[in-house]
Nanobody, 127 residues
Framework: VQLQASGGGMVQAGGSLRLSCAAS????????IGWFRQVPGKEREGVSW????????YYASSVKGRFTISRDNAKSTVYLHMDSLKPDDAAVYYC?????????????????????WGQGTQVTVSS
């Protein structure tokens, strides 16, 4: 599966962005998707995850209540809607995919469990 992340940009604190992760080359209904982010000098951090069925969703405590993950399997796309953005949210955001079975509730949450990665999209939040 190939992943293409997009939607990043520059926004003021308190603003919103919607990231998209478009998948190709496979049936997305077999894949759990995770969003991770990384800033220079720091480890990659998990942000949000969604099962292949779309019925299970996890959020890191730092984004819970502000970010919403969703998926549109007909469009082979997973979204991360980010509200109330803070300067600490600034990072390169990556989407990743793992085959977890057809429409299951399984959600791997560790980065090294994901074999497929998109190229990343930059999010900048000004204070």
């Amino acid at each position: 599966v190939q992943l293409q992340a997009s939607g990043g940009g520059m926004v003021q604190a308190g603003g919103s962005l919607r990231l998209s992760c478009a998948a190709s080359g496979a049936n997305l209904q077999y894949y759990a998707i995770g969003w991770f982010r990384q800033v220079p000098g720091k480890e990659r951090e998990g942000v949000s995850w969604i099962s292949s069925s779309g019925t299970s969703k996890y959020y890191a405590s730092s984004v819970k209540g502000r970010f919403t993950i969703s998926r549109d399997n007909a469009k082979s796309t997973v979204y991360l809607h980010m509200d109330s953005l803070k300067p600490d949210d600034a990072a390169v955001y990556y989407c990743a995919a793992r085959n977890s079975g057809y429409r299951t509730i399984v959600i791997p949450t560790v980065a090294n469990q994901y074999p497929f990665w998109g190229q990343g999209t930059q999010v900048t939040v000004s204070s």
